[in-house]
């Protein structure tokens, strides 16, 4: 999460919210995503890799393979550089990256510097939305070019597949001690291929509210028909992978 934004953090009102309340995600997307990895070597890059759920997982899917977390939300990487620095094995195996990969590139250089010139693998879990159509055709260029034999891409696309609008609806109910958090999102079109989530996350104390943050930010939608067309662009091939409801997909090479 956080991945491909501007200047701006999409996350910095929201941040100490969210790792806790996307954790109960994980529960699902953890063993499809070890299933993905099956195989794979390093190094492996975690793109928006938000607080480092997905982090633990490709840690534990590639043994001692490298791995590079970019995530460029400050609020969200320190909960990332916390969970790093706590585990010994994480911390002598992860790289965390402050930088916003697939902008605007240099014009002496199509592709990021700082990632490895040969890449086992790249994760992109939940993040996908923050790439327009020009960052997602070097990101696909970037595998295209980078990945080595048996190398891959995972990343799901979550909801809505296409510019429509998403009713107000709440995702996350959790409790820590005496307080509540609750989170809440809905979502409205924005222009072609683009729609706007608006956030609320509500903080009870014995259940009487003491708090209320609000965020938005744009998401670019992508379903699997426009994903099979980008990536076969550039020789990948994109399949889906893991139960049908997670929306998740593993890039590859296309033979040949």
Same mark, same amino acid.
Request: net charge negative.
């Given at each position: 999460? *956080? ?10 009102? $929201? ?28 190094? @492996? ?27 460029? $939300? ?11 620095? #706590?585990?010994? *094995? ?5 790289? @965390? ?8 590139? =240099? =014009? ?6 700082? %990632? ?7 994760? %992109? ?22 990945? @080595?034999? *048996? ?37 409205? =079109? ?19 509210? @003491?708090? #209320?943050?609000?965020? $938005? ?21 994109? $399949?889906?992978?893991? =139960? ?13």
């Amino acid at each position: 999460m *956080g991945e491909g934004m501007g200047v701006a953090d999409a996350y910095e009102r $929201s941040a100490e919210f969210l790792d806790v309340m996307i954790a109960p995600a994980w529960a699902a997307l953890g063993p499809a995503l070890a299933r993905a990895l099956r195989g794979v070597t390093g190094p @492996v890059v975690d793109v928006g890799a938000g607080g480092g759920h997905g982090t633990r997982v490709i840690a534990d899917a590639v043994p001692g393979a490298p791995i590079v977390a970019v995530e460029p $939300s400050p609020g969200l990487r320190a909960a990332l550089l916390a969970r790093v620095c #706590e585990d010994a *094995g994480l911390r002598d195996r992860v790289t @965390v990256l402050p930088e916003r990969l697939f902008g605007p590139p =240099p =014009p002496d250089r199509p592709d990021d510097p700082t %990632l490895p010139d040969r890449l086992g693998a790249v994760v %992109l879990m939940n993040v996908i939305g923050h790439f327009d159509a020009a960052a997602r055709d070097r990101l696909w260029r970037l595998l295209a070019d980078r990945l @080595v034999p *048996g190398g891959r891409a995972v990343l799901n696309l979550p909801p809505p597949a296409q510019p429509v609008a998403v009713p107000l609806t709440r995702f996350c109910d959790i409790r820590a001690g005496r307080r509540r958090y609750e989170g809440w999102g809905r979502a409205e =079109p924005a222009g072609p291929g683009l729609v706007t989530w608006h956030m609320t996350y509500r903080t009870f104390d014995a259940d009487r509210p @003491v708090g #209320e943050v609000t965020a $938005s930010y744009d998401w670019w939608v992508l379903d699997q028909k426009r994903l099979e067309a980008e990536t076969g662009e550039h020789g990948l091939l994109a $399949s889906g992978t893991g =139960p049908v409801e997670l929306g998740m997909y593993v890039i590859q090479r296309a033979a040949g």
